[in-house]
């Protein structure tokens, strides 16, 4: 049994790799524009780059499952926040499109591998302090991000992108000194009735297991395609359609990512009252209705109040997913619900894209709320099944 001080400090210590993560991440979103400038890359050409990071992650979140149980969660966590504080720093000092893809591959590597390897060491404590304090990680991720846009935001008039992204890379490097000193010199805690796969043997997992996790998948996947969705489309809906002006339109999102980061700060307490197959069910429908609001209303303000209320639906829906995916599986089943969610992000905003210049923005919009609703559905259909597995 570890110590319950040994806990809270692992739990301080891996909350911090997932706002970190956040942090970084969103640091580097919102210098795009200045290395665009910088590159001489146009629109179709940066949009390719971009794949880079998209590429890297998906291919490493796979790999990185096999690390983590061949090594270990916390060492994995250690090495990739290390590679992804100094791969940020890299984009700035290319000057072409392909330089620039090959450097984001890199960062997306290291962005795709420290989220499965956080996720997983995340997962071992949730079940060794047998709460369901999940969200409250994913709501450091979604705070470090606001912290890192905000902080962007502020010093992208003063200091170069080159200045900058160093800046994001000593900070990562320190905060990775400092939280990964704990979880290296502590092994990832286990409930008292497991023991540890080394004293165990190998279990490969079964027909029925790897369905589930491919469920848990799916529900990642149907949340995520709604946060990549309105991240990309939901401000020029509010400015096109409902004519919002441009600064009321880019608060759109932001009250999406306040509803989000709040539900998730609430998360442990709601999962606790009404436990995870309640929490996915409501989340699904709370969002899908909110979406259909903030999709087809026809005021500015009441298409406000349906974006903040599909954050607070979507909020919880992913932290559940890859806990319940990583408890039937480990590591591979946090890569597997990590990949197709993040596999969703990615959709999201082309098919949205596809969706309006056939029909119309708003009516590819309510796309998001037939996925939310489908998460819903899911989460409903295979109760009795997750419960029997977990």
Avoid at 22 to 50: D, M, Y
Avoid at 326 to 334: F, I, N, R, S, T
Wanted: glycine residues 14%.
């Amino acid at each position: 049994m570890v110590p319950g001080s040994d806990l809270t400090r692992l739990r301080t210590a891996i909350t911090a790799f997932f706002a970190l993560d956040g942090f970084v991440f969103a640091g580097w979103v919102v210098r795009i524009p200045a290395i665009k400038e910088q590159t001489g890359a146009s629109a179709g050409a940066l949009g390719l780059a971009l794949l880079g990071v998209s590429a890297g992650a998906v291919i490493t979140m796979t790999l990185t499952g096999r690390l983590c149980r061949r090594f270990g969660s916390h060492p994995v966590t250690v090495v990739c926040g290390v590679l992804l504080s100094l791969s940020v720093a890299l984009p700035p000092l290319t000057h072409s499109v392909p330089a620039l893809g090959g450097v984001l591959l890199v960062f997306g590597a290291a962005y795709g591998g420290i989220n499965v390897a956080f996720n997983s060491a995340a997962v071992d404590l949730v079940a060794a302090l047998r709460r369901p304090i999940m969200p409250g990680f994913h709501a450091a991720f979604s705070l470090g991000g606001m912290v890192g846009a905000g902080l962007g935001g502020l010093v992208a008039g003063s200091l170069s992108p080159a200045l900058h992204l160093l800046g994001l890379t000593v900070i990562g490097l320190l905060v990775t000194a400092v939280a990964g000193r704990t979880l290296l010199r502590q092994e990832p805690p286990l409930p008292p009735d497991r023991v540890r796969p080394e004293e165990s043997a190998p279990r490969r997992p079964d027909t029925r297991t790897r369905g589930l996790v491919t469920v848990f998948g799916l529900i990642a996947l149907c949340t995520a395609y709604g946060e990549g969705a309105l991240a990309d489309w939901g401000a020029l809906h509010l400015e096109q359609d409902l004519h919002a002006h441009p600064g009321v339109a880019a608060a759109g999102y932001s009250g999406f990512a306040l509803a989000m980061t709040a539900g998730r700060l609430s998360g442990t307490t709601l999962l606790e009252r009404l436990g995870r197959v309640r929490t996915v069910v409501a989340g699904g429908a709370t969002a899908s209705a909110g979406m259909l609001l903030g999709s087809l209303a026809p005021s500015v303000w009441a298409a406000l109040l349906g974006f903040a209320v599909t954050g607070l639906g979507l909020a919880n829906l992913f932290p559940v997913a890859v806990e319940r995916a990583g408890a039937l599986a480990g590591p591979g089943g946090v890569a597997v619900a990590s990949t197709l969610g993040y596999g969703g992000m990615l959709l999201g905003p082309p098919a949205i894209g596809l969706m309006a210049d056939r029909y119309s923005l708003p009516t590819a919009l309510t796309s998001v709320a037939a996925l939310a609703a489908v998460a819903s559905a899911i989460g409903y259909a295979t109760r009795r099944l997750a419960s029997d597995r977990t």
